[in-house]
């Protein structure tokens, strides 16, 4: 069984969901502790104890500990991954349901998935575009075409938007089976193609999007940028508004985004995107920092070496190296001064 602390580096929920995922890959049996310690309010939250119960579900684990709030978990996997159709839904994991990432447990299962024979369905339920975590949109137009350049195959479809408090936003994710990751080399991203914006509302009015796109327009053109942003309203279970930025490299895509909030102004919302997505243009990086630490896994479990330059070493990317060399699946070697990851996958699941 391997023992994995919880509270190590950045402490929170991402050090249980790559544990998850490998131990389900692997067929591992894994204890961890001091889960989430590193947070306000530790332990097993909705979009983790949701995720527990997604790769449980996948693979036939025997699970203990696995209760809203628990700091300890055990994990025994009981057969491969079985590919299949499955719905996983946040809300259920909390009394008064939950707006957690329906992403976050999407990337718990996903690698288990692709690398199971026959292909798979899942509906998540829940926070579909949430702070702390990478939106649908996200997922949609940057984290799966990077996958895809590494052979993953998955597609995403979002069936309703889900924002914080309320969550309940639907996404459809769809995987093909018996697809091993070939590594990624992403050192140069090359020319700026175009950014595409996406200015959403539900339940509010027009105006909103509209201002949030001609605001991020606006400074994005300003900046020599070339960008096409839609204003779109849309229908919802509760009010909620964001601005989704993607930009596409010759070689890389990277994203960007910024939430609506009561007494954010529109044009405020747009440009925390637009700042973000600035300071990330000036690094010259293929990879975005979010991305960085989201790509270690499918790396990890590649069948060749990766190399990727990105725009910023954070404590997710260290503590996720970390995760993945405990269970002795690969070599990983952060540059903090040249900003490059490079990963040795062993080979060994
Ligand atoms: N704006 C964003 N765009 C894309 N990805 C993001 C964004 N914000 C966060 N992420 C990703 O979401 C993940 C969050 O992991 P983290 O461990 O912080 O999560 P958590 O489970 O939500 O919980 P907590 O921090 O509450 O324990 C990381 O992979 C991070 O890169």
Not at 58 to 76: P, Q, T, Y
Not at 244 to 261: I, M, P, Q, R, V
Request: charge should be neutral.
């Amino acid at each position: 069984m391997i023992e994995i602390d919880g509270s190590y580096g950045e402490g929170g929920g991402q050090v249980l969901r790559t544990s998850l995922s490998l131990a389900a890959i692997t067929g591992e049996s894994i204890r961890i502790y001091n889960i989430r310690a590193g947070r306000k309010k530790p332990g097993l939250a909705a979009q983790h104890l949701t995720s527990v119960r997604a790769a449980a579900a996948i693979c036939h684990a025997k699970v203990r500990g696995d209760a809203f709030g628990s700091m300890m978990l055990e994990f025994i996997p009981g057969s491969s991954v079985q590919a299949g159709n499955y719905t996983f839904d946040v809300s259920e994991a909390r009394e008064g349901g939950s707006a957690g990432a329906v992403t976050l447990v999407l990337q718990t299962i996903l690698l288990p998935l692709a690398l199971a024979d026959g292909d798979s369905q899942v509906t998540l339920r829940g926070g579909t575009h949430v702070a702390f975590s990478p939106s649908t949109t996200y997922i949609e137009q940057v984290y799966l075409p990077m996958l895809q350049q590494m052979g993953v195959e998955a597609q995403v479809k979002l069936g309703a938007w889900g924002w914080y408090p309320q969550g309940g936003g639907e996404v459809q994710l769809r995987v093909s089976g018996g697809n091993k990751p070939t590594g990624i080399k992403l050192l140069e991203r090359g020319d700026l193609q175009q950014v595409r914006g996406l200015a959403v509302v539900t339940e509010l009015p027009a105006n909103i999007p509209q201002r949030m796109a001609n605001r991020a327009e606006n400074i994005l053109q300003e900046a020599k940028l070339k960008v096409a942003v839609q204003a779109l309203r849309e229908k919802g279970i509760a009010p909620g508004a964001g601005l989704f930025l993607t930009a596409k490299y010759k070689n890389s895509l990277a994203g960007f985004s910024g939430l609506g909030e009561k007494r954010l102004s529109s044009e405020k919302v747009a440009e925390i995107a637009c700042e973000e997505l600035l300071k990330f243009h000036q690094t010259s990086a293929p990879v975005d920092e979010h991305l960085a630490d989201q790509l270690l896994l499918p790396a990890a479990l590649a069948s060749e070496k990766s190399e990727y330059r990105v725009a910023e070493v954070s404590l997710h990317l260290t503590t996720n190296a970390a995760v993945i060399e405990q269970f002795g699946l690969a070599r990983v070697m952060v540059d903090d001064v040249e900003k490059i990851v490079v990963v040795e996958p062993y080979q060994k699941y």
